[in-house]
């Protein structure tokens, strides 16, 4: 079975551009979530999708944003890139369970650098 | 708020010899604990949960924790360290209630030596 995939691998943008980042869940999960591994700050929680619609934010500015498709893969976008976007950006996807005791897969990221 | 705490950046251990990897807990009502490890240029790969029941949580690759309800403790370990086991682990909790996302702590590096 295919685990949760993501791309591009790598991803070099300049400041101000946007970035767009995909990632495909595994099959038969309908939650994606992604996070941020910055170098001095740990892995911190971005955006929870569910079922095609946002459930939950972390504490990003809006310019983090992102949408998740009928197929349930999922998209991140950073419109106006600062240099401390430069991250790891993980996708995680589960299976939706009522009572929350579902575990998180994580793909192998996609990392972000920004000049 | 829920929060997660590694307080050993790096925990180095000689092959053979047991491992722990420390991680306390603070947050409201039940936790929902998680172990996960990564490899260098590698995301994360699950190790095991607690959710309820025994205490005692085996996983993957021949580690265990331990919840401590006492303590808020949860606690990675392994009987026999191999150099693989070498890379960063991280604990992670989330609340059954409320938002899904996992707050996770700031990772233990561990070094296994030959």
């Known amino acids: 079975e295919a685990g949760v995939t993501q791309s591009p691998t790598h991803l070099i943008k300049t400041r101000g551009q946007q970035a767009t980042l995909r990632c495909s869940p595994i099959?038969?999960?309908?939650?994606v979530y992604w996070y941020q591994q910055a170098l001095g700050l740990g892995l911190q929680f971005l955006l929870w999708?569910?079922?095609?619609?946002?459930?939950n934010r972390g504490n990003f500015p809006p310019r983090f944003s992102g949408r998740q498709f009928p197929n349930y893969s999922s998209e991140l976008n950073v419109n106006a890139l600062e240099l401390e976007d430069s991250a790891l950006y993980l996708c995680?996807?589960?299976?939706?369970?009522?009572?929350?005791?579902?575990?998180?897969?994580f793909g192998p990221g996609t990392r972000l650098t920004v000049l | 708020a829920q929060s997660v705490a590694q307080p050993e950046d790096q925990v180095n251990v000689a092959e053979g010899n047991p491992l722990t990897v420390k991680c306390t807990y603070s947050?409201?009502?039940?936790?929902?604990l998680f172990w996960y490890v990564q490899y260098p240029n590698r995301g994360l790969q699950f190790l095991l949960k607690?959710?309820?029941?025994?205490?005692l949580v085996k996983g993957s690759y021949g580690f265990e924790a331990e919840f401590n309800k006492s303590q808020t403790s949860f606690h990675l370990k392994k009987p026999s360290a191999l150099v693989s086991d070498s890379a960063l682990y991280f604990c992670?909790?989330?609340?059954?209630?409320?938002?899904?996302?996992?707050?996770f702590g700031s990772g233990t590096r561990l070094q296994v030596q030959p």
């Open positions: 995680a996807s589960s299976l939706r369970g009522g009572t929350g005791t579902d575990t998180q897969y």
């Open positions: 099959s038969g999960h309908t939650s």
């Open positions: 999708y569910d079922e095609g619609e946002e459930r």
């Open positions: 947050v409201s009502g039940n936790p929902y």
């Open positions: 607690y959710i309820t029941g025994d205490n």
């Open positions: 992670a909790v989330r609340v059954p209630t409320g938002r899904r996302a996992l707050t």
